[in-house]
């Protein structure tokens, strides 16, 4: 067994490792000032950005949930490996040849990941290599007469699993790779008489992640003797979670974050159909139901642009149904806009454009509808309406969807447009929605406004009287003060930075996020209204008082200087938070001469130069 990886070895990994690089892979990051840069944290839920990279210092660490670390322990807190399976992912990602201390053994506390990745990544070399071989004519054919062209195969990484038992057993095995690796990477299968090749016979599609590292497999059968399902994923292992995936995620993850778009389809051939046609923003799940897990690293490649848009297609069948209303059980998870699509005739989109051409499946998604309305459509669509019966089967069913609109403004107009199309009352109508909307569960809590949101009227109103009397709830207090009196003064720059510091005051942190909402507006001559509309109602109180209160300065003259000062404390406690932090972990290392120590130190220096320069700056 390789001994332990060259303290050396693991600083040069470190060095060459961009955190903001291998960040972005998972996480959609926007520059924050100087030397940081900001996204929704993949460790926990959010809607306000609290997550912070700081590339010089090649350190990451989140307000919200207080995770931190450098390169190597983010791959670790992301993707569940050891501190040697993290380093040598990194050292594969920069190309660096490791080097190991004999002497030492590595602890194996479980299967070796990096060990699996591997494996999956020599399968899928074999399978594309196999693809050009005689026996894959079979399979040639089949990707040909779905329209792939030979260039696609490769764009995709399609590969060909040969029909005999031990094809790809043996050639791993030739590689080094022991039975037990290749059954926790779930590409073999165990029998009586020992293992054998899990698929086969089959055209193979690697799995991704955002990184780009093979996870797992999708296979199609091809043979009519072949009497497993039609299509066959790897399953649950140590590297390969299928709720935690979405295929073709690697591809697409720029074009959702530039474009704000995201588009969900349903199979391995319609994602290669859509990014063939122009439509380089589809994913897709595999073999599973798109679920909250999938919404989160979803949210956090898009970020949270409530101007975002998720598409779902759907089939026009009762499954498709189905799949619609779990759709839209799940829709409140997002802040971007969801729509539905529907292709006619009952076509995916892979079949459409094998029929109609690329400018047919670019159609589809400009015709999109929203999710409500087709999921609403849909609800009713299984009852008689022509029976008493079925018209109130058919509103109770569809009351609650009206009821769970984010909008509160559109909820009125769909309750008319339901009363329409079952021919109920109006009042009939409004009265099922608002029992429905009193039934709802409550929404997911993610610490930012919740648009839509109506208060309660048994709580006592929100003011600065009823805020916790904490010098820390001051320095907030004051900070939040200056912003929205001072916003244009303290500047777009300052103010990107201030409305993701760290705030205690459980109130005053909703008043932060309404003046993240409201950013765009800073130079529109309306700053004051713009933070109101953006705060929830139960807070807009509070964001008048804020806005009137008088301010330590008084000198009008020097208030601008006095806003800026404010606000930069604020950020700067978040920062002196920070240098705490790594002083109490150099206390722990013990020995101020070790690498460890070394580096801590160094993350020291650049901490404090980047609190000079948000003074000086």
């Known amino acids: 067994m390789a001994g332990r990886i060259k303290a050396s070895d693991v600083e040069e990994v470190k060095r060459r490792t961009n955190i903001a690089d291998l960040v972005g892979d998972y996480v ?185 590292q093979t996870l797992g497999f999708g296979a199609r059968k091809l043979y009519e003797d072949d009497n497993g399902p039609k299509y066959l994923n790897t399953p649950e292992t140590p590297v390969y979670h299928k709720s935690r995936v979405l295929y073709g995620l690697d591809l697409a993850k720029k074009a959702i974050s530039r474009g704000g778009r995201a588009v969900i389809v349903e199979g391995y051939t319609d994602v290669m159909a859509c990014h063939l046609a122009g439509v380089d923003d589809a994913i897709a799940t595999c073999g599973t139901a798109f679920g909250k897990e999938h919404i989160s690293m979803l949210r956090r490649v898009m970020g949270d642009d409530s101007a975002a848009e998720v598409i779902f297609t759907f089939d026009p069948d009762e499954a498709g149904q189905k799949a619609a209303l779990r759709a839209f059980g799940e829709e409140q998870r997002f802040t971007a806009q969801t729509y539905a699509a529907v292709a006619p005739d009952g076509y995916d989109p892979a079949d459409l454009r094998l029929h109609r051409g690329d400018d047919a499946v670019r159609e589809l998604f400009d015709k999109k509808v929203p999710l409500f309305e087709f999921a609403l459509k849909q609800a009713i669509s299984r009852y008689d309406l022509n029976s008493v019966e079925g018209r109130v089967s058919a509103l109770r069913q569809a009351a ?83 912003m929205i009196q001072q916003g244009p003064a303290v500047g777009s720059e300052l103010l990107s930075q201030a409305v993701t510091a760290q705030v205690t005051e459980p109130q005053l942190r909703v008043v932060r996020d309404a003046l993240s909402a409201a950013l765009p507006s800073l130079d ?94």
């Open 28 to 212: 959609a990051l926007k520059n924050a000032g100087i030397d940081s840069m900001k996204g929704l944290c993949p460790f926990h839920d959010e809607r306000s950005p609290s997550f912070h990279v700081r590339p010089a210092l090649g350190y990451f660490h989140c307000f919200g949930c207080g995770e931190s670390g450098d390169s190597i322990s983010f791959v670790q807190k992301m993707d569940h490996l050891s501190f040697a399976e993290a380093v040598e992912r990194l050292a594969a990602r920069t190309n660096y040849v490791l080097t190991y201390e004999e002497g030492y053994e590595r602890r194996e506390d479980g299967p070796n990941k990096a060990r699996l990745l591997a494996a999956n990544q020599a399968a899928s070399d074999f399978y594309r290599d196999q693809l050009m071989g005689e026996e894959a004519q079979t399979a040639r054919t089949f990707l040909e007469q779905r329209g792939f062209a030979p260039a696609s195969w490769e764009q995709f990484a399609v590969g060909y699993a040969p029909r005999g038992w031990d094809a790809l057993t043996g050639h791993l095995r030739q590689l080094g790779y022991t039975p037990q690796e290749l059954v926790q990477a779930g590409l073999v299968s165990e029998g009586q008489r020992g293992v054998y090749d899990r698929f086969r016979g089959r055209v193979v599609w690697p799995i991704r992640d955002t990184s780009g």
């Open 400 to 482: 609650p969807i009206v009821a769970g609109i984010k909008d509160p403004g559109m909820r009125p107009g769909y309750a008319r447009e339901l009363a329409r199309m079952l021919g109920l009352d109006l009042a009939e109508v409004q009265h099922a929605v608002k029992n429905a909307h009193r039934q709802a569960p409550a929404e997911p809590d993610y610490g930012g406004p919740h648009q839509g949101a109506e208060p309660e009227p048994a709580r006592p109103a929100i003011s600065l009287a009823t805020l916790r009397s904490t010098p820390a709830v001051w320095l907030e207090r004051d900070a939040l003060m200056a």
């Open 524 to 617: 529109g001559g309306a700053w004051v209204e713009a933070v109101l509309a953006a705060a929830p109602q139960t807070h807009q109180g509070l964001v008048r008082e804020l806005a009137i209160a008088s301010m330590p300065q008084r000198d009008p003259a020097l208030l601008p200087e006095y806003a800026r000062e404010v606000v930069i404390s604020l950020l700067d406690r978040d920062l002196v938070s920070l240098k705490q932090e790594l002083l109490a972990r150099m206390q722990r290392i013990g020995d101020s001469s070790s690498e460890a120590s070394r580096r801590v130190q160094e993350q020291l220096a650049a901490l404090e130069n980047a609190r000079r320069g948000l003074r000086h700056d």
